[in-house]
C-alpha cells in the first residue's frame, strides 16, 4: 500500500512527473487503493491527460477496471464531462461500448454521457467513435431513455440521427423514452419523439385523466402558506418552471397511490388525505438553512404536496412533516456531535459500498419517514464518490445505514405505486399493515 500511497500523493499534487518517476522505479500501474479501486481512476477522476497518461504509457491496459464496479478511466472520465481526457482514452483504443456492474447498476459510458446537464458534444464524440447508440444499461433503460429523462433534446437529436430506437420500454412497458420526457415536463422533447414514432406506454397514465387528478387535488390538497410566500418575495421562474415539472409527475403518482388505497385501504387513505397539505416555504427554508444545503428538486415538489402536518406513508413508514424532519435530523445530529456515535460501524452496510458513506450517522443525511420503532428512509445530501446527490436509503436505529434504495426521490415513489398496483399486497385493516 505504500506504493499506492506514494501515487495518490503525486495525484493530489498534479505531479505527473513523480507519477512517471514512480512507474520507472518499478511501482505497478495497476496497483489499488484501500478500497480495492485502480488508483488510475482516481488520475482519471481530475479529469486531467497528464495525470492518466504515465499510466498507459508504462503498460496499464486503457480499460483496466475496477472489479467491484466494472469502472474504467472513460466511463470515469464520462462522469465528470471531461471532453479532452474523453477524446484521449478513446485515440488510446478505450471501449466505448463498456458496461459497469454492481448492486446498483450504474450503466455504460453512452448512457452515463446522456444523463449530463451538457453533454451534446460529448455524446456526438461517443457515437463517432462507435459507441451503440440502442445499448442499454443492465436496468434496460436506453441512452434515449436517458437523454429523454433529462430533457436534453440536442442529445436526443444526435442519437436519432446515430440510428437510435425511441420505442424499448422497461417496467413490463409502462415507461420509455416519450413517459420519461411527458413525467418530466420537457415537452420540447416530448414532441420530437412522437415526431418519430413514440407512443407513450403508461397505461397508468391513460388510466387516470388530468381531470381527475385536479379533483383528487380539490378534494385533498391545502394550498402553501400565503404569507410565507409573501415574507420570501417571488420564487425564480426557472424554479418554478422545475418544480412544477416534478410536482405534476409526483401528483399524478400519488393519484394513484390514493386511488388504490381508497379501494384496498380506506384507513390509510384516510391518513394521506389528513397529511395533504405544502411545507411552509419558511419551514423547508429552515431545514435547508440547518443542513446547509439546498434540497433536490424532487424533494423541493414532493413538500409542495407534503409536509405541513404530515408526509405520504410507505407501509409501515410515516412521512414525517418539515418539522418532524428537522427535529429528528437535529437529534441524530446532536448526537454525532456529542461523540455518541464514535466507533460505530454499520452493520449492514458494505466498507465498500460506493455509494453511500460508511458512517453511523452524516449531517448530510435528511429523513423524511420512520416507522415506530425509529427506523428512517432519508434523502443522501453527502453521497460517496460514486453515488449521486439526492438518492434514497434506509438507516436502521440499531443497525445504521443499510444500503442505497433508489437513484432518485420520484422512483422511490413509483416503485411503492407499482408494488401497491401489483396485486402482491393486502392491507390488513385489523392491524393497520399490509401482508
Known sequence: MQDGRALLDAIARGDSAALTRLFESGVDPGATDGDRCPIVLHAADTGE???VRPFLDCGLPVDAED??????????????GRLPLVEFLITRGADVNRSER??????????????????????????????????????????????????????????????????????????NALSLAERRGHDGTAQLLRDHGATSHRADRLARSTSDIA??????????????????????????????????????????IAGWLAEHARPAYARLAAARGAADPAAVADLEAAVGERLPDEFRAYLRLFGDSGGLDIFEYAGLSVKDMLGTWRSLESLREDGTFDGWAPVELDPDDPYLRYTWWHPGWIPFAADGGGNLWCIDLAPAARGARGQLFSWEIHGGPSGLKAWYFDDYLHNYRDELLSGRYVYDSDSGTFD
Open 49 to 51: 491527460i497528464e495525470l
Open 67 to 80: 472489479d467491484v464496479l466494472g469502472t474504467t478511466p472513460l466511463s470515469a472520465a464520462v462522469r465528470i
Open 102 to 175: 454492481g448492486e446498483v447498476e450504474t450503466g455504460t459510458v453512452l448512457t452515463h454521457a446522456c444523463l449530463l446537464a451538457e453533454s451534446a458534444a460529448l455524446v456526438s464524440m461517443l457515437l463517432r467513435a462507435g459507441a451503440d447508440p440502442d445499448l442499454p444499461r443492465p436496468d434496460g433503460w436506453t441512452p434515449m431513455m436517458c437523454a429523454a429523462h433529462r430533457g436534453n433534446i440536442e442529445v436526443v437529436r444526435a442519437l436519432l440521427a446515430a440510428g437510435a430506437s425511441v420505442l424499448p420500454s422497461v417496467d413490463e412497458g409502462k415507461v
Open 215 to 256: 379533483v383528487w387535488l380539490a378534494e385533498h390538497a391545502r394550498p402553501a402558506h400565503k404569507e410565507s410566500i409573501t415574507r420570501h418575495g417571488p420564487p425564480d421562474p426557472e424554479d418554478v418552471a422545475e418544480l412544477d415539472a416534478c410536482a405534476a409527475s409526483l401528483t399524478e403518482t400519488v393519484s394513484d
